[in-house]
């Protein structure tokens, strides 16, 4: 099981990047995909998480009508769309899977999750 996160960099405040998370390796649509981020000096945060068929997404509080999560699971791809970022959000951000979900069940902890990509970084100026 392989996870890639991409789409990362340097974007002024206000702006906006789209994250994705690609898989092989395994049945991705029995799997639900979550997104956590880790800023220098802090822990690593759950940002949010997108049930195996899509129809669940939850987010943190912090990025709640900014971030949206979708997924193709025929391109086996997860996609995190974060607008009007703000400097806040700067973080290394990494995607992960959990094959141990059932149906549109979701999880919001580290520990839920047992394949990790190896992050992206995202840096918002202010």
């Known amino acids: 099981v392989q996870l890639q996160a991409s789409g990362g960099g340097l974007v002024q405040a206000g702006g906006s990047l789209k994250l994705s998370c690609a898989a092989s390796g395994y049945a991705f649509s029995r799997a639900a995909v979550g997104w956590f981020r880790q800023a220098p000096g802090k822990e690593r945060e759950f940002v949010g998480v997108?049930?195996?068929?899509?129809?669940?997404?939850e987010y943190t509080e912090s990025v709640q009508g900014r971030f949206t999560l979708s997924r193709d699971n025929a391109k086996k791809q997860v996609y995190l769309q974060m607008n009007d970022l703000k400097p806040e959000d700067t973080a290394v951000y990494y995607c992960a899977a959990d094959v141990r979900t059932i149906l549109s069940h979701v999880r919001n902890y580290a520990g839920a999750y047992d394949y990790w990509g190896q992050g992206t970084k995202v840096t918002v100026s202010s």
């Open positions: 997108i049930s195996r068929n899509g129809g669940i997404t």
